[in-house]
């Protein structure tokens, strides 16, 4: 749990603030697109646990007016122009990988170029049980994006470092050209977090 009085020091919460960012997290995304070059102008963007939009606006300031950015999470998430929400559980594989196939036609396009999921679940303190929930959602995320990922396409996901990590980890390497772990500098220094970000998929 962020104290109140740690945000008023954290020079990302007062930059996301400066910049219109929903949230500090879209400077992880931020920097972790520019550091491995994930999306592109024109790109169909899927963002999964998107609440409450931070990197769905970053996701949206790259891919610039000809991208598709579609957004789901198990909260609503207050507009953003362009932005196409989807509320629902990524976890239900099926009806997710459904209604943004749908969301896709929508916008008159059939494939996607990057998955990115910031997905957590929401802390118990029972560290153990909070790891196993973050595979959960991590491997909800690859396997969403492994139906809709474009031969070559990218991934980005979530998980909390600790026992399921290297088996995360393995089957993104099994998936993609070149995988690897990366902690942003905006994540903080305490965080268990560590994102796998996959280039390449062997469709
Ligand atoms: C750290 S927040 C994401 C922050 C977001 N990237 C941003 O920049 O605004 C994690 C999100 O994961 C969502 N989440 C957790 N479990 C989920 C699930 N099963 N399906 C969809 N979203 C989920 C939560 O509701 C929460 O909004």
Same mark, same amino acid.
């Given at each position: 749990m962020v104290k109140q009085a740690d945000l008023k020091t954290d020079r990302f919460y007062k930059a996301a603030k400066?910049? +219109?960012?929903?949230?500090?997290?879209?400077?992880?995304?931020?920097?972790t697109s520019k550091k491995f070059k994930l999306i592109k102008p024109g790109d169909a963007v899927v963002d999964l646990g998107a609440a409450p939009g931070g990197w769905s606006q970053v996701a949206h300031e790259f891919v610039?007016?000809?991208g598709v950015v579609i957004s789901v999470d198990l909260q609503p998430i207050a507009k953003i122009e362009d932005v196409v929400m989807?509320? +629902?559980?990524?976890?239900?594989e099926e009806e997710i990988v459904k209604a943004i196939k749908e969301a896709l036609l929508s916008k008159e396009r059939k494939t996607v170029d990057i998955v990115i999921s910031d997905a957590a679940p929401q802390l118990t303190g029972n560290k153990d049980l909070d790891q196993f929930r973050s595979f959960e959602l991590s491997s909800a995320a690859l396997n969403i994006a492994v139906k809709l990922l474009k031969n070559n396409g990218n991934f980005v996901a979530k998980i909390f470092q600790g026992e399921y990590y290297n088996q995360f980890y393995k089957s993104v390497k099994e998936r993609f050209r070149d995988t690897r772990a990366y902690s942003p500098a905006a994540s903080r220094k305490r965080s268990a977090e560590v994102y796998v970000v996959g280039k390449g998929y062997k469709r």
């Open positions: 400066e910049a +219109g960012y929903r949230s500090r997290s879209a400077f992880k995304l931020l920097q610039g007016e000809g989807i509320k +629902g559980d990524i976890t239900n």
